[in-house]
């Protein structure tokens, strides 16, 4: 490949030309010099820069992206040649939370136990995360909504049930109905009411407040636990609670819509990355056919 090539991603990569030059073991000048000399060849500007900032252009952001494919296709195509077969390079993965911590580090060194020439990055995050903006390889996501220049690989149901305390139980009574629903305590974070339930009449929608506003799913679950209310949850976050008692379903016959499913999600391309592909086929063994979270609820 083209030296200029590298050089611009690894300059995107180090976020500056002072940090890529030292990388490189040239000169900042020399840094500037080439990439300027790239840009006069492709006929536009590919990023905006001083020697302690660089932002890419529209135009430069494309370029690094399919750069960063290329780069990888041909780092795998070589080893195939060259007979080496070893899976290897940087695999950069962004997940939620509570379902990163709970149900994706578990598995991360048996993972690396068999690829160890992989090297994975986990980054943890409540919010909707940019894989492009952000620079990640794949993500996982919660998510009912494709994104049409993403590859969505379906990992597992996210199943989501409506569950309290034994506590609540005792001193509010249970619903009987949906509508009984109105009269009790609902726990939930921001942007997740309404709830959009499905049962034996379809599809209903349940609206109203959470008892506590919080940003944090993670603090729903424990006000559910603490006998504070009722919380629609997914049966990942609480198998463990369920097992013990220490949350009970109520509406049994009643669960979340299920256009909602977890989701390995990352940049189409001609030819997927090895560590994505081998990742994901690693994840979708573990929670395929049945969720291991699921055998309880």
């Not at 611009?8 to 300027?36: C, N, T, Y």
């Not at 007979?83 to 950069?92: D, E, F, S, Y």
């Not at 998510?143 to 305390?165: D, K, M, P, Q, Y």
Request: include cysteine; charge should be positive.
């Amino acid at each position: 490949m083209d030296q200029d090539y590298a050089l611009f991603v690894r300059v995107v990569e180090s976020g500056s030309i002072s940090a890529a030059a030292r990388a490189l073991r040239l000169s900042p000048a020399m840094v500037s010099k080439r990439l300027a000399r790239l840009e006069a060849r492709l006929g536009t500007r590919l990023a905006h820069r001083t020697t302690r900032r660089l932002v890419t252009t529209e135009a430069g952001q494309r370029f690094y992206d399919d750069l960063v494919r290329i780069l990888a296709a041909a780092s795998e195509a070589e080893a195939r040649v060259a007979g080496h077969g070893v899976p290897a390079g940087r695999l950069r993965v962004t997940a939620p939370t509570s379902f990163g911590r709970m149900h994706i580090a578990p598995h991360i060194k048996p993972f690396l136990d068999q690829h160890p020439r992989i090297a994975l990055e986990l980054d943890l995050s409540d919010g909707f995360t940019d894989l492009v903006g952000g620079r990640f390889d794949m993500a996982i996501r919660i998510s009912g909504a494709g994104e049409g220049n993403l590859v969505a690989h379906r990992l597992a149901a996210n199943r989501r049930i409506l569950c309290t305390a034994p506590d609540y139980l005792a001193e509010a009574g249970a619903p009987a109905t949906l509508a009984d629903l109105a009269r009790h305590r609902l726990l939930a974070a921001e942007n997740q009411l309404p709830w959009r339930i499905e049962g034996p009449d379809g599809l209903s929608v349940i609206d109203g407040e959470s008892i506590v506003r919080t940003n944090s799913s993670e603090v729903v679950r424990e006000l559910a636990i603490s006998g504070l209310g009722i919380a629609l949850r997914s049966t990942w976050d609480i198998a463990g609670e369920l097992r013990s008692g220490r949350l009970q379903r109520v509406l049994r016959d009643h669960e979340g819509a299920s256009d909602v499913s977890i989701q390995a999600v990352y940049p189409r391309a001609a030819l997927t990355p090895a560590p994505v592909r081998l990742f994901t086929e690693w994840l979708g063994r573990i929670f395929a056919p049945v969720a291991p979270w699921d055998g309880d609820a």
